[in-house]
């Protein structure tokens, strides 16, 4: 029997996506049985760009296996194979796959939850369990599209109490050029990879010693923050933002308080006094912000205050999690927190987005916005009534609608204190990150009691509102060093520009140049190393700076520079115009 409402056919690109990758799984695991007969199946969904399925077999699958398996999955697509679903009883279902223990498993676990059980089947090659999503027939398949990737170990339901199984990788898109596409994208990306430009590019490094997960700043590194920072500064500045600074510890009653003491127990780092008073490491700001609001009573006319500090959190994360320095255990923050009344939160809202707008247009990303919202099916996991939820959830798809923003919803994604918008930027290899964050925080005010005295004279609860524009400068780093494989714009360039002389000859006018250069504040580094011209010219291109000024005889006579640009081009120019040229790139932050 065919059922028509079990098979996938008019779809959306992306959901035609999923069925052609939902379908070579189903391939994957006849290629797999044809190879071994005793093979057992477990799982084999759809990711991001691909698929996967994990089987146990008599031995360990190489290279040359998943060429063969490959070509046997492109025999099965030329055969264009239907794909047929029924429903099934359980016990036929049991029957059906009495040689596959994983998949019992799964008949159980469906039974249990009163869920339907369907099979599909692939012409009369191959039976799985299945709920559907797949192309009519394997003719929808592109049999230049897909390739078998890699090969790794996954424990049955990722429990390693279980058995391992081994997990067969693949990459499948709508057609051949996307794949190389992405197959590019992933090669770019590997030589992006910050945790190589970082440290050859001199901007960070780690010590044994130190520790793991515990960067420490170059001096080069250390000006690139500072740039940064300073830039977010500067855009928060002309909105009102006051600078606050706090200490990195506290008593545990803060967090107490707060709430974080029992929610993020496990991440904090702890320190007992030599009283044997239990201190610990800040993990987030805001806490100690809240303090600050609470040292005096407030007027409803003094509202908001808006108080800034760019500062390091502290976590404790577990070592296997960290990562070069998107995961670290000292996390920088450009932290921000608005303390306001809620008819005061929209206004202060759009403020930070057009910080947050004006921030990553310089670097060129494409932001959208997620508005992350509350679960209504599941009300346990937030703090306040419905209603609060509700208007403040409204303001948040005004200002959305207000800003004509490219925005979609994220159900269940809100914090558990509040709503809030998350942007997601697009780098330059297409890859989106989630950048900055805009949190209405209705909880903390209330643990805290933070209140102003309204027009009637009376104390109203105030609302807080949490606003990070990199969040992390570590993760920050790391996602614009690959975006801009490196080379940074010329305003955010910790070496600007650099003066290489041909030879001793010129020392002089190179140091003269030097002087020239640094006296508007451009940063310029002289190579007057033991090296050949054509090396030191190698060594500014390997660093990424983005002007290598040659000078020689004729610059020397003509008051000029020969100027080579990252891009490679090539000008003699007179060092005034090239001053003038370089200070319009800085002050337009040109990228
Ligand atoms: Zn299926
Ligand atoms: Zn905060």
Redesign the pocket.
Known sequence: MTNKALSGSEASPAAHLDHIRHSLAHLLAAAVLKEFPDAKLGIGPTIENGFYYDFLLPRAITPEDLKTLEKTMRGLVNKKLPFTGREVTLAEAKKLFARQPFKLDLINEFVGNSEKLTVYETGDVFLDLCRGGHVENTEGIPADGFKLDKIAGAYWRGDEKNQQLQRIYGLAFESKGKLKEYEMMVEEAKKRDHKILGPKLDLFTFSELVGPGLPLWTPKGTMVRNLLDSYVWELRKARGYERVDIPHITKKELYETSGHWDKFKDELFKIETREKHLYAMKP???PH?TQIYARKQWSYRELPQRYASTTKVYRDEQSGELAGITRVLSITQD?A?VFCRISQAKEEFLKIWDIVHEFYGSFGFELRVRVSLHDPAHPEKYLGDSEKWESAEKMLREIVAEKKADAFDGIGEAAFYGPKLDFMGKDALGREHQVATI?L?MNMPERFDLFCINEKGEQERIV?I?A?IMGSIERFLSVIIEHFAGAFPVWLAPVQAAIIPVSEKFSDYAAKTRATLATPGVRVELDEANESLGKRIRTAEMMKVPYILVVGEKEESNNSVNVRSRGGEEKEMPLGEFIKKIEKEIREKAF
């Open positions: 987030m700001n805001c912000h932290d927190h949190q925080d807080m949490h990070a």
